[in-house]
């Protein structure tokens, strides 16, 4: 299930956006901690939204070259010639990732969460057979974004 079918079923009871009197703002905490206090459900899917979208994540383009001399797309398949582009807390993460599923000669780019999805989404509008939209952190946390929802996720972050 994507996260906006999460913001639309789920009770918005979460906790607010400070744990208590001594700790940050939420707007203060890493990637990996917002995540870990959303999927813990500490954190209600807007106020994510809306820290995560400053969070700086790591990122390659689609297409690349594989192991074996080839190109091919590097985005997991999702439904109705759709696919999550990957994203990531950390630039390991993303060497990671792309070091399992075989890809080489892979430049790594790094921007805030809300310009990613808002290239993402730009790239989308072109004639691309495949619409894309996120998942972060795949093989850790799995959060996804669909490609049909990107600027009312966008939207939520700004």
Do not use: C, W
């Not at 890493?30 to 969070?55: A, M, P, T, W």
């Not at 599923?101 to 072109?126: A, D, Y």
């Amino acid at each position: 299930m994507g996260l906006f079918n999460k913001i639309l079923n789920k009770k918005q009871d979460a906790q607010p956006l400070m744990q208590n009197n001594t700790e940050d703002p939420i707007e203060n905490i890493d990637g990996i901690s917002l995540l870990d206090r959303h999927e813990k459900g500490l954190l209600d899917d807007n106020s994510f939204l809306r820290s995560f979208g400053k969070v700086k994540v790591y990122y390659s383009t689609p297409f690349g070259d594989y192991k074996d001399g080839g190109s091919k797309l590097f985005v997991l398949p999702a439904h109705n010639k759709t696919a999550y582009l990957p994203v990531f807390t950390s630039s390991a993460r993303a060497m990671e990732f792309y070091e399992k599923v075989g890809r080489i000669g892979f430049i790594i780019m790094e921007n805030s969460f809300v310009s990613f999805l808002t290239s993402t989404k730009i790239m989308n509008e072109g004639n691309s057979p495949i619409k894309m939209g996120a998942v972060i952190d795949p093989g850790y946390y799995g959060v996804t974004i669909d490609a049909d929802i990107l600027d009312t996720v966008i939207n939520i972050m700004k």
